[in-house]
């Protein structure tokens, strides 16, 4: 076991620069996915590794997370439904007082599960490509898995879970336009369209490590990621600029360290960020143009609002 900073200590740091403008931490709470999409920026699938994070060592995190300050979480993979504890970490986010979102393929949603999603403060996020199935399922290499999602976009909305979508145009001639419509009549109205980042399984070929500039500079300054292991990053697209482990360094030390200063210089600023005289008006965290629409959360979700 590391022997750092305490928890008291970082509750005494809530206040402190540590996290000043940090919204929210994706969680990868495993590698596994049921899908292998051609773009996945983790590499995800059914034969990735679940990771050597313990349930005690996530609700570790989750509990450092809130003691920080920061306000919400994202539990993500892989696909974080496969986790048996999902629900557990739900309710130990909520308890933390933090507003959780699950970014979820939305393939195959067991019953439990819809209990979990329906609480107060959690809201839901998933992918979907095209209005045709043999596009979709092209892009997500799993057959049958338009209509599983589809029917579960369609069950969320019944239920009044908020629920927004990202689309990544990975195709030439993808039915975007279409998809989007579809959506619509489905009851969605939060939808973003985002290109493919090089990174994970689109990475350019012979690349030894992706460019900062497949970023959209909120990483590191805005959010934070923790990926199966405990390898600290800006963001799930950022893996390959590690900070330190979780499962080392309790994550208070790790983002007041010199190394995640270092990556936060390195990563460009985002496209509309806050010119240096703002007046406190201007957040570039929301700002619509640099948000990679498949896997980042929304940083101020309104968690009373509907599709």
């Known amino acids: ?85 999902l629900p557990q970490y739900i309710d130990h986010a909520l308890a933390a007082g933090l507003s959780v979102e699950v970014y979820s393929n939305l393939t195959h949603v067991r019953p439990g599960l819809w209990s979990a999603f329906s609480k107060p403060g959690v809201c839901l996020a998933t992918s979907y490509y095209s209005d045709q199935a043999q596009q979709h399922e092209e892009i997500t290499r799993g057959p049958g898995s338009y209509r599983r999602t589809r029917d579960n976009i369609t069950e969320a909305v019944r239920r009044g879970i908020p629920l927004r979508v990202g689309i990544v145009d990975v195709l030439e001639g993808q039915r975007v336009d279409q998809a989007q419509d579809e959506l619509r009549r489905l009851g969605v109205s939060s939808i973003k369209v985002d290109r493919v980042r090089k990174v994970g399984r689109a990475a350019d070929q012979g690349a030894s490590i992706p460019s900062t500039t497949e970023l959209c500079g909120n990483c590191f300054r805005y959010r934070v990621s923790v990926d199966p292991d405990g390898a600290v990053s800006g963001c799930i697209l950022s893996r390959f600029l590690v900070a330190g482990n979780v499962q080392q360094q309790h994550l208070a030390d790790i983002l007041g360290s010199d190394r995640w200063q270092q990556l936060t210089d390195a990563v460009p600023m985002p496209r509309g960020a806050c010119p240096p005289d703002d007046s406190g008006d201007c957040d570039p965290a929301n700002t619509p143009a640099c948000d990679p629409a498949y896997y980042a959360p929304d940083p101020t979700p309104s968690l009373g609002a509907t599709t």
């Open 1 to 85: 076991m590391f022997e750092t900073t305490t928890l008291e200590d970082c509750m005494t740091t809530a206040t402190t620069p540590i996290a000043a403008g940090i919204r929210s931490v994706e969680l990868e709470i495993t590698g596994r996915c049921q899908l292998q999409c051609t773009h996945c920026c983790t590499s995800s699938g059914p034969k990735a590794s679940t990771g050597t994070m313990t349930r005690d060592d996530w609700e570790r995190v989750i509990t450092d997370v809130a003691a920080l300050g920061i306000p919400g979480v994202q539990f993500i993979g892989g696909e974080p439904t496969l986790t048996p504890y």
